[in-house]
């Protein structure tokens, strides 16, 4: 149990176009879900708590505006990079809650390039 | 400020030897999850741990929280292969967020 998916796993796009990552709770509902970024070699960077109905909650020094994120049903959230730029590049991995509000279950990431 | 320190940050041993990883913090945690993730993919839970003191043991894999649930350690006994990636610890602060440590990279050789 406790199955979370993303798709695409590998997206490369150009600079300037807009992209969007879904993440879903396969077997269960969550009410919350989290979006990270990862860079090589480093630990996950929480980016902001998605609550099913709700606006976003960003992490300081994440915008609100170039990442935006949908969470519009119990098994179904969406991450929108706006105007991707190289920098944007990174490993974008979701997570999401079951019952247990301190375990989260993790998606298999997905893999943004931007040229 | 990274809250959760891990140590060290990588680890190359042969296959059969015992390690530990650390992970301290001088904040309180309401409960501690250490992650396992390999490249390419997400991290996959291995353990919660949420008492002062608790130890859990999966397999080969021993798991502790410290009593004031400021630290805790992951040992791994007679490692394999198959145990190398990226180790996380995470820990929780009566929110649902997790703050997650920085990560300690293993790597066993056969």
């Known amino acids: 149990g406790a199955v979370v998916s993303q798709h695409p796993s590998r997206v490369i796009c150009k600079s300037g176009t807009s992209v969007k990552i879904e993440c879903r709770s396969l077997?269960?509902?969550?009410?919350?879900m989290f979006w990270y970024r990862q860079f090589p070699k480093q630990s996950l960077m929480l980016m902001a708590t998605?609550?099913?109905?709700?606006?976003?909650?960003?992490e300081q020094g994440v915008e609100k505006d170039k990442f935006l994120i949908n969470h519009a049903s119990l098994t179904l959230s969406t991450l929108t990079v706006t105007s991707a730029h190289p920098e944007d590049s990174s490993f974008y991995i979701c997570?999401?809650?079951?019952?247990?509000?301190?375990?989260?279950?993790f998606g298999p990431g997905t893999r943004l390039t931007v040229t | 400020t990274q809250l959760l320190e891990q140590s060290p940050q990588f680890l190359s041993i042969q296959e059969g030897e015992n390690l530990t990883v650390y992970c301290n913090s001088s904040?309180?945690?309401?409960?501690l999850q250490w992650y396992r993730q390999e490249p390419g993919e997400g991290p996959v839970l291995l353990v919660t741990?949420?008492?002062?003191?608790e130890v859990k043991k999966l397999k080969r894999l021993t798991f502790q929280f410290g009593d004031a649930r400021k630290d805790s350690s992951l040992h791994i006994t007679a490692a394999q292969p198959g145990d190398t990636g990226l180790y996380l610890c995470?820990?929780?602060?009566?929110?649902?967020?997790?703050?997650f440590g920085t990560g300690t990279r293993l790597q066993v050789f056969p």
């Open positions: 997570s999401a809650n079951e019952r247990n509000i301190y375990e989260q279950y």
């Open positions: 077997d269960f509902q969550a009410t919350t």
């Open positions: 998605s609550n099913e109905g709700s606006k976003a909650t960003y």
């Open positions: 904040s309180v945690f309401s409960s």
């Open positions: 741990v949420v008492t002062g003191g």
């Open positions: 995470a820990g929780a602060r009566n929110t649902d967020k997790l703050i």
